[in-house]
């Protein structure tokens, strides 16, 4: 099974402040058919998750362009550029290349 | 417009088999896998299996031998059979499609006796 590694695991940061999250994937997580299916999901405490960015770097529908998403291969990140209060929760990174699926242990996301 | 959710029981003793209804409405369950992810209080979230458009399905290779998913089209629902329920299978059960885009609210299990 594919192991994604997510750094740091607490991330303490003060409004405004710029910030990134790197998942690092066990094997390649580009897909035959040259997509590579890495998303980006943020969980606010007692919600569900909300998909941020999918295929590495595009950003779904109603999420602010502050975020943004890059990376290839086995190695991507996460930046949030200003963060807002709104921003604080857990974020994981999930790869959907390789059944079974797998996330990463997630990076809590707090204020300073 | 999408929506999802989930129904269970809540609460299931150990030994016992946890079955659990996910019913989706705005979208078709012919045209869109559906997944199933768990996450034990307070900690992270863990893929646990999906049933894909066509009907097949695949599993979280730690879960594979006690886990089973299932669909009734007819009625828009997808279902999860899990059997030989311990202490650690006690957590919110969602359920998902379109690669996480859209979840339900999710159904906490809570295996006791």
């Known amino acids: 099974d594919v192991v994604l590694t997510q750094t740091p695991p607490t991330l303490s940061a003060t409004i405004g402040q710029s910030v990134s999250i790197s998942c690092r994937s066990s094997?390649?997580?580009?897909?035959?058919?040259?997509?590579?299916?890495l998303n980006w999901l943020l969980q606010r405490p007692g919600q569900p998750p909300q998909l941020l960015i999918y295929?590495?770097?595009r950003l779904e529908s109603g999420v602010p362009n502050r975020f943004s998403g890059s990376g290839s291969g086995t190695d991507f990140t996460l930046k949030i550029s200003g963060v807002e209060a709104e921003d604080l929760g857990v974020y994981y990174c999930?790869?959907?290349?390789?059944?079974?699926?797998?996330f990463g242990a997630g990076t809590k996301l707090e204020l300073k | 417009q999408v929506q999802l959710k989930e129904s269970g029981p809540g609460l299931v003793q150990p030994s016992q088999t946890l079955s659990l209804t996910c019913t989706v409405s705005?979208?078709?369950?012919?045209?869109?896998?559906v997944h199933w992810v768990r996450q034990p209080p307070g900690k992270g979230l863990e893929w646990v299996g999906a049933?894909?458009?066509?009907?097949?399905?695949d599993y979280n290779s730690a879960l594979k031998s006690r886990l089973s998913i299932s669909r009734d089209t007819s009625k828009s629902q997808v279902f999860l059979k899990m059997n030989s329920l311990q202490t650690e299978d006690t957590a919110i059960y969602f359920c998902?499609?379109?690669?996480?885009?859209?979840w339900g609210q999710g159904t906490l299990v809570t295996v006791s006796s």
């Open positions: 998902t499609i379109r690669l996480f885009a859209y």
């Open positions: 705005g979208f078709s369950l012919t045209s869109n896998s």
């Open positions: 049933i894909w458009s066509g009907g097949s399905t």
């Open positions: 094997q390649s997580l580009l897909h035959s058919n040259g997509n590579t299916y």
């Open positions: 295929l590495v770097s």
């Open positions: 999930v790869q959907s290349t390789h059944a079974p699926y797998t």
